[in-house]
C-alpha cells in the first residue's frame, strides 16, 4: 500500500512536466531558427553589425600618477568594450542567414549579437540585453523551470556586468565564437585584451562537423533571389518592431517570388503560431521541409507543437528526427523524446534519451530533466536514483513553480528508498 500511495502521489507527473515545459511560441519571431532579435536590435548593437561603432573616449593615461600602473589590472573602471568581425563557412562563403555571436566565460555562454547578411558583426560587449539565443537555444530557454530568469540561465553573465561596462578583468578566461548546430567554430581569445585594442577582431571561420546532416541554416537560402532575400529581411525587422501583420505580408511575398524558401517558410509558420493559427502554422512548416528535409527548425516547432497537444507519438518520431540529422546538438530534442516516451509508457526508451539529454546539456539549459529522469526511474523501481535526481532538480531551480510537487514526490521516493533498504537489509527467514 505504501508503493501505491507514492504512485499516486506521482501519477500525474507527465502533464505536470508537459505544461510546466511548453516553449512560449507566440514570442517574437527573429533570425534565422528562432526566437531571436534581428541584427542590430537590442541593447548597444550597432548598425547590426555593419559598421565600426564610434569608441567611447577613454582618459588619457598619460596624465595619470606615475606609481599608477595602466596595465589591465591597475585600473579596474569598466568601461565600454567593442568588437567587431566577420563570420565566414570553410567554403569561403558568409552564411546565408544571421549566425548568434556567443562570449563564453569559464564555459558559461552569453549571446552578445548577431551577424548581418555578410557575415560581419559589431556590437559592444555584456550590453545587448535584448539578444535572444537562435532555435537551438530559445526551445531550451522554453523549457527552464523558471520562467521569471528570462534570458536562459547560460547567458547570465558570470561577472554580474551586464549592464555596466566590462572591465579587462572580466575578460580573463573568455573566448568569442559563433554559434550554428552542425559547424565548430573557430574561436577569438580576449583574455589580455584592452580598451584601446583595434575592434575587430578578424574572420571567424565554421567548420562543418562530419556526420551531421541537419542544420538551422537551410541551404535553399543560398540559391533565393534577391527580391526574396530583401522581403525575408523586411520581414524581420517588421517583426522585431512587433509589427505582426507587416512581417507577414513581407514572408507571404518572400515564398510567392522563392517558393523553396524554406527560411521564409518557417518564419511565416512561426508568425501564425504567434497568431494561434495552428494548421496554417503546421502547413507552413511542412512547406519548408518540402523545400529542404534537413532543415532542423520546422521539426523543433512542430515537436513543441505536438508536445503541447500531447501528441506524444508524433512527438517521438519528429525528435528521432532531429537527433538523426544532428545527434549532437540538440539536447531538448531529446529531453522532449524523453517526455513523450514517459507518457507512451516507454521507460527504457525513456530513460536512454533523459540521459543523452543531461549529458549534451553541458551548459546545464534544461535543469527540468532532472525531474523527468527522477519520474522514470520511480516508476522502474529505482528509488534511490529517483530520490537522488529529483534532489538535483531542486537543487538547480529552487524557485521553480512545481517545487512543492516535487519536495513531496522526493519525501515520498525517500520513504520508499528507505523501505526498501531496509527490506534487503533484513535477514530472509
Known sequence: MKQDTAFRVLTGLAVAITFSLQPGLCQKPGPGGGGGAAPGAGGATTGGGTGTPTMTPTPDRGNLPKDRNPSPFGEQQNRPIFLSGRVQLDDGTPPPEPLLIERICNGVARAEGYTDSKGRFSFQLGQNMAVIQDASYSSVNDISA????????????????????????????????????????????????????????????????????????????????????KALEKAREALQKNK???????????????????????????????????????????????ADGKFVNPYLQLAQMASREKNWQEVVETTNRITKLDP???????????????????????????REAQKLDTGKRI???????????????????????????????????????????????????????????????
Open 367 to 429: 535543469p527540468k530533466v532532472h525531474h523527468v529522469l527522477g519520474a522514470i526511474l520511480a516508476e522502474k523501481k529505482d528509488y534511490t536514483g529517483a530520490a537522488e535526481q529529483m534532489r538535483s532538480y531542486l537543487a538547480s531551480s529552487p524557485n521553480a513553480p512545481d517545487v512543492a510537487l516535487v519536495k513531496t514526490q522526493l519525501a515520498e521516493l525517500e520513504k520508499l528508498s528507505g523501505d526498501a533498504k531496509a527490506k534487503a537489509d533484513t535477514p530472509q527467514q
Open 146 to 229: 523558471n520562467p521569471s530568469q528570462g534570458l536562459n540561465r547560460g547567458s547570465q553573465d558570470p561577472t554580474g556586468a551586464q549592464r555596466k561596462g566590462l572591465s579587462e578583468r572580466d575578460l580573463m578566461g573568455c573566448e568569442l565564437r559563433a554559434s550554428l548546430p552542425g559547424f565548430r567554430s573557430d574561436v577569438v581569445n580576449l583574455g589580455g585584451r584592452r580598451m584601446l585594442d583595434t575592434p575587430d577582431v578578424g574572420t571567424i571561420v565554421m567548420h562543418r562537423l562530419a556526420n551531421v546532416e541537419g542544420t538551422t541554416i537551410s541551404t535553399t537560402s543560398l540559391a533565393a533571389p534577391k527580391d526574396a532575400r
Open 244 to 290: 505582426v501583420a507587416d512581417g507577414q505580408k513581407h514572408l507571404e511575398k518572400a515564398v510567392e517570388l522563392y517558393p523553396q524558401y524554406a527560411a521564409a517558410w518557417f518564419e511565416l509558420g512561426r508568425v501564425h503560431e504567434s497568431l494561434n493559427n495552428p494548421a496554417e502554422a503546421r502547413k507552413c512548416y511542412a512547406q519548408a521541409l518540402a
Open 328 to 354: 549532437f546538438d540538440f539536447p531538448q530534442a531529446y529531453f522532449y523524446n524523453s517526455v513523450a516516451n514517459y507518457n507512451l509508457g516507454k521507460f527504457d526508451a525513456a530513460e536512454v534519451s533523459a
